[in-house]
């Protein structure tokens, strides 16, 4: 079936270094990838999406390709902030067809000052 | 923001007690979706529904039941709640549950059943 696979957390990271969650999938057909972002206390917020092979979601200083090949979705950002811990999470939209999401585990993300 | 509110925020039930949690929106999206979060699993949808009276079930929806009277409220009903329930739950919507569109989230609630 279909699925996402997110590395494991917690990443801890100093202010200004470079960020990569991994993100891979397995889908049937041609879903649309996802990254929301959690903070703490809070609901999910869309952090960027992608809709077709190579396509590259940015906003907020990150980005993602979406890679049909390597079946990836990598979250990166090239200097993290304080602000940016949270959780973060890769979801893909189900191409079968039924209107759902399928999400990765979170990867929790903490940026040291 | 997308006009989302959850209800209650936090509840405190004991095992075998009936509990309904409120979802409503202010977006007229056509697609709501009840999902609880759990750690090592990520989110995992409960029930989603595609109109006033049309739901289905989602990948973990044994012991839950929904209902959807109007466009803008979607209930989730846990009959008689377990320990297995504790959770948090987001209720998320979207305008046309297609595979471009964009799914967004309520605030959650937080159900503690002891």
């Known amino acids: 079936g279909n699925s996402v696979t997110q590395m494991e957390g917690p990443v801890t990271l100093s202010e200004e270094a470079f960020l990569t969650i991994n993100c891979t999938y397995t889908a049937t057909g041609y879903p649309s990838l996802f990254w929301y972002v959690q903070y703490p206390g809070e609901g999910l917020q869309l952090l960027l999406k992608?809709?077709?092979?190579?396509d590259k979601g940015s906003n907020k200083g990150f980005e993602a390709t979406y890679r049909k090949e390597t079946t990836s979705f990598h979250l990166e950002k090239g200097s993290v902030q304080v602000s940016d811990s949270a959780v973060y999470f890769c979801?893909?939209?189900?191409?079968?067809?039924?209107?759902?999401?399928?999400f990765g585990t979170g990867t929790r993300l903490k940026v040291l000052a | 923001d997308a006009g989302i509110t959850q209800s209650p925020r936090h509840k405190v039930t004991e095992t075998g007690t009936p509990v309904t949690l409120r979802c409503h929106q202010t977006e007229n999206h056509r697609y709501m979706y009840w999902y609880r979060q759990d750690p090592g699993h990520g989110l995992r949808l409960i029930h989603y529904s595609y109109g006033v009276k049309d739901t289905d079930k989602g990948e973990v929806s044994d012991g839950y039941s929904v209902s959807r009277s109007k466009t803008e409220d979607f209930l989730l009903t846990l009959e008689s709640a377990t320990s297995s329930q504790t959770s948090v739950y987001f209720c998320?919507?979207?305008?046309?549950?297609?595979?471009?569109?964009?799914?967004?989230f309520g605030p959650g609630t937080r159900l503690t059943v002891l």
């Open positions: 992608a809709t077709k092979a190579d």
């Open positions: 998320a919507i979207s305008a046309d549950g297609g595979l471009t569109d964009t799914q967004y």
């Open positions: 979801a893909l939209s189900d191409p079968s067809g039924t209107y759902k999401y399928i």
